[in-house]
């Protein structure tokens, strides 16, 4: 038997067994949870927790055939004490001595019946709220456990997670519902906190764009009735690229031919590529209200390509939340992934069956 938990892991039972029968380890150890289940809930590695389990004793109490770990809830709860301890800058061996202390004696499994929510396993940790935790608010499992993975600067862990993220959901969703709260979790902590976590988001960053770069087909090939591509650039002084580089990788998984010019890109070089590439789209991003200029904008607009009294224009589209509040006529806009998705990808098969 089984049953899907809130985060998706599988948590396998037992089927009841006769009086007298089933008993010991083996039996117990089946109705604990695989080092990869318990490694996707907490938001590690598994060979974080294999090493964890070598190096410090962090390790079930029940092993299958002697070999194969199978965690308890007691076991995971001790798992639960060591990631926060560890996230909090507590060192690992000094944190693991506290998970085991804190765990008090070792509880059998039950043998029928679902395992209680991890958690609710043991009592409420005696802090307000812990010092490496991330305000994520009401956002899905696999936030928390990417969060986690972060705050400890688990690259393994951080990029399993994406991936996994990316697999699962398709990327639009992984991108929205995944990987953006977490970002702007890190981003708040960071905000409040100095500098102390610009190295949780730099390396989440780097692997986010990572996972990304993984997604992204080859530039789609275009010339002569081709519809011309889509330009990506963030305006001059706009550093933030990751908005970006997902929107083009999910213009690459639907067809749509790009041009990625990344970050700050100089105003007269966006004109200059415009005229030389007659793209169907130009799309700028702007993260911060300083960066989002209206002018450079109508300016980009108003390039034109083509031979003389046939010349052409193309569509704007202003992206990122610099551009809230100001009004752009006869430019597109977007607030989503999804939805930038959906009229680039319009825009380009219109241009194609010109």
């Not at 998706?8 to 089946?30: E, I, K, L």
């Not at 730099?202 to 009735?225: F, K, N």
């Not at 790009?258 to 966006?270: C, D, K, N």
Request: aromatic share 4%; charged share 20%.
């Amino acid at each position: 038997m089984s049953r899907t938990a809130d985060d998706g892991a599988t948590v396998r039972h037992p089927a009841p067994v006769a009086p007298g029968t089933g008993t010991g380890p083996a039996a117990a150890a089946d109705s604990g949870l695989t080092t990869g289940a318990v490694a996707r809930r907490l938001g590690v590695a598994p060979t974080t927790l294999r090493s964890w389990d070598r190096r410090y004793g962090i390790g079930p109490a029940v092993r299958a055939d002697g070999r194969h770990r199978r965690w308890s809830q007691q076991d995971v709860a001790m798992l639960e004490t060591m990631c926060r301890l560890t996230s909090e800058g507590v060192p690992p061996a000094e944190a693991a001595r506290a998970a085991k202390e804190n765990a008090g004696p070792v509880r059998p499994v039950p043998e029928t019946g679902p395992m209680p929510s991890l958690h609710s396993a043991r009592g409420p940790v005696h802090s307000p709220r812990a010092a490496g935790t991330l305000p994520l608010g009401d956002v899905r499992q696999e936030c928390r456990g990417l969060a986690r993975a972060a705050v400890r600067l688990d690259a393994p862990a951080v990029e399993e997670q994406v991936t996994t993220a990316v697999e699962e959901h398709g990327l639009t969703v992984a991108w929205q519902e995944v990987m953006v709260p977490t970002l702007h979790a890190v981003g708040r902590k960071w905000a409040s906190s100095g500098d102390r976590y610009v190295e949780v988001e730099h390396l989440l960053s780097w692997h986010v764009s990572s996972v990304l770069r993984r997604c992204t087909r080859p530039p789609a090939p275009y010339g002569g009735s081709a519809a011309g591509p889509v330009l990506l650039a963030c305006l001059p002084g706009e550093q933030h690229t990751l908005p970006l580089e997902a929107l083009n990788a999910s213009l690459s998984l639907h067809g749509v031919p790009t041009r990625m010019f990344g970050a700050a890109v100089p105003a007269e070089a966006l004109t200059a590529a415009v005229r030389r590439l007659g793209p169907a789209a130009v799309v700028l991003w702007a993260q911060t209200r300083s960066n989002a200029s209206l002018p450079l904008a109508q300016h980009v607009a108003d390039a034109r390509w083509g031979v003389k009294g046939a010349r052409s224009r193309t569509r704007v589209m202003l992206c990122g939340p610099g551009w809230a509040g100001r009004t752009a006529y006869g430019m597109l806009r977007s607030s989503s992934l999804h939805e930038a998705v959906r009229i680039l990808t319009g825009l380009h098969q219109g241009q194609q069956g010109d």
